[in-house]
C-alpha cells in the first residue's frame, strides 16, 4: 500500500495567518507522530498520537500549536498566528503497534513551512 | 537532560572509501535505537537496533549498538554516489518517540 502522505508539500504563509497540515498515515498504523525539522538540525519531537488519542503533546512549542486525529486515522497540524521561527519542515510519521516493530517509525515527505 | 550526539557533522570522501558514522546517547526509557538516511525528503529507515554487540548488516551497511557504552556506529563500505545524504540516528523512548541528533551529512565524490 501507499506510503504516508502529507499535504500541502510546501506553503507559503504571511506572519499572523494560520496553516492546516495534512497527515496521512499508513493504513492501519496506529501509532501517528509529527515532528518539526528546523534547516541543519534533526526532527524535533512535536506530539504523539494512539489512534485518536493525543497521548504526548510536551513537544508543542507554543499554544499556538494544536493537533488532532479525531478519526484515529488523519492528522492535522493546526498553527495559528504564524511566527517567523515556525519556518521549518514539518515531518509526519506513524508506526504499527506489533511489539517488535513499534519503534519503527516511517516517515511522510514533510511539508515546508515558510514563514515571510 | 536527554541527548543524541552525532559525529562527525559532515565529511567527505571518495567512491570506495568507507566511512564510519558515530552516534552516542544519554536517554532515559531507552527502548531502541534508529538509523535513518535523509536525501532532499523524508527519513527513510536503514537499521533498528535493542541488543548490544549484534551486528545489523543490510548490504554495504552495517550497525551494532553497545548499550553498556551507551553508543552506536553505523558503516558505509565501498560507497557509491548514491550513498550521499544526511543520516540520522535517533532513540526511541516512551511512547515509541524518537529523539534524533543532528544528523552527519556524507558527501561522497566520483
Known amino acids: 500500500g501507499a506510503g504516508v502522505s502529507q499535504s500541502p508539500r510546501y506553503k507559503v504563509a504571511k506572519r499572523g495567518q494560520d496553516v492546516a497540515l495534512r497527515c496521512d498515515p499508513i493504513s492501519g498504523h496506529v501509532s501517528l507522530f509529527w515532528y518539526q525539522q528546523a534547516l541543519g538540525q534533526g526532527p524535533e519531537f512535536l506530539t504523539y498520537f494512539q489512534n485518536e488519542a493525543q497521548l504526548d503533546k510536551s513537544g508543542l512549542p507554543s499554544d499556538r500549536f494544536f493537533a488532532e486525529r479525531p478519526e484515529g486515522s488523519v492528522s492535522t497540524l493546526k498553527i495559528q498566528r504564524t511566527q517567523q521561527e515556525d519556518s521549518a519542515v514539518y515531518l509526519c510519521?506513524?508506526?504499527?503497534?506489533?511489539?517488535?516493530?513499534?519503534?519503527?517509525?516511517?516517515f511522510g515527505p514533510g511539508t515546508r513551512l515558510t514563514v515571510t | 537532560e536527554d541527548k543524541v550526539v552525532q559525529s562527525p557533522l559532515s565529511l567527505v570522501v571518495h567512491e570506495g572509501d568507507t566511512v564510519t558514522l558515530n552516534c552516542s546517547y544519554e536517554?532515559?526509557?531507552?527502548?531502541?535505537l534508529l538509523w535513518y538516511k535523509q536525501e532532499k525528503k523524508a527519513p527513510t529507515f536503514l537499521f533498528m537496533l535493542t541488543s548490544s554487540g549484534i551486528e545489523k548488516k543490510s548490504g554495504r551497511l552495517s550497525s551494532i549498538l553497545d548499550k553498556k557504552e551507551l553508543f552506536s556506529i553505523l558503516n558505509i563500505t565501498a560507497t557509491q554516489t548514491g550513498d550521499s545524504a544526511i543520516y540520522l540516528c535517533?532513540?526511541?523512548?516512551?511512547?515509541?518517540?524518537?529523539?534524533f541528533g543532528a544528523g552527519t551529512q556524507v558527501v561522497v565524490t566520483p
Open positions: 536517554v532515559t526509557n531507552f527502548r531502541s
Open positions: 510519521a506513524s508506526s504499527s503497534q506489533t511489539s517488535r516493530s513499534s519503534y519503527e517509525q516511517y
Open positions: 535517533a532513540v526511541a523512548g516512551s511512547w515509541g518517540k524518537l529523539q
